[in-house]
């Protein structure tokens, strides 16, 4: 995919951006993380495809992440002495996911699947909730927050 | 709405502090529905990968009491290939899971398979596989637990008849 729509825009903190993205021939709602002029992230989320799974609002609307990479100059790689230029810019959007869910009234409902080396990340930190093995999505886990978790990660940044 | 909300939308310079820092300890917070429905994952979500080999290579030379040295004469492979394989999950080449499944009596092409090398086509191994990572630690000596993890995976890449040819 190419990316054909430069953007990005500095928030109060230095990062954080939110715009419609295009990606080849199609247009999906997504955000970018932007600092010094430059990506820092990329997210691409669905709002109409997907529905909670959790009891607690089971079967209501939320916010699917479809697809959140930092990019590859903010990694953090310990063995080559690499810290990464930005720091958080992951966090930074799956909270503009969480924003999203509320801006379009879905309280904060979040769903994504993830990577098997971030699992630990959206489960321990994010306070996500562990749903289950996907067999459609090449079995991989996934997760969902519930309105309640949505707000503590909001305030306190889920889990501690 | 939060406090944060009201404050623009911008999330305060604790909460960022907080999450940069617990964002640090992983290697990856990526998220990958969309490149799992283009069936674009790595080796890594499935058990089949070098590193899984490389633990099941070491436990098979322990088992048989053979050090690194002594495996890497009979199979007539690298010592440093080897050593690469077992320790950092190398992926071998199909010369090496060859001359290995020889040397240790395993199916070539089972082990191929969890080499990362052919496509999978027995869901079964990967199963046992996965069995076998849960129960199995990299220690000196194996462990009964340890043994019995291994020797149930060993059931399901016992020596079969069928081959796969060395590529020159």
Known sequence: MECREKIGRRACTGTGARRRLSFGFFRLPGSASCARKSWEGVMLTKTATHFAR???????????????????WNWRVRPLGLNGRLRGAGSILFREAVRQSIREGFHGRVGLHALPQAESYYERVCGMTVVGRDSRKQNL??????????????????AT | MTPEMKRDGCPSREWLRRMADREDQFESIAVGGLAADAGMLEASVSTSSPRVFGRLIEFARRARGLSVENLARSADLDLAELLAVEDMGKTPTPRTVFQLSKVLRLSTNKLM???????????????????????SEPTANLSREEREAFEEFIKVLVETSEGLEVPS
Request: hydrophobic share 40%; charged share 30%.
């Open chain 2, 113 to 135: 398979e969890l080499a990362g090398l052919a496509e999978p086509r027995d869901s079964s191994l990967n199963q046992a596989a996965l069995r076998f990572i849960a129960r």
């Open chain 1, 141 to 158: 886990l996934y997760f969902e927050f519930s309105r309640g978790q949505a707000r503590r990660f909001l305030d306190d940044g889920g």
């Open chain 1, 54 to 72: 959790l009891t607690e609002d089971g079967g209501k609307p939320l916010v699917y992440i479809d697809y959140l990479e930092v990019a590859p």
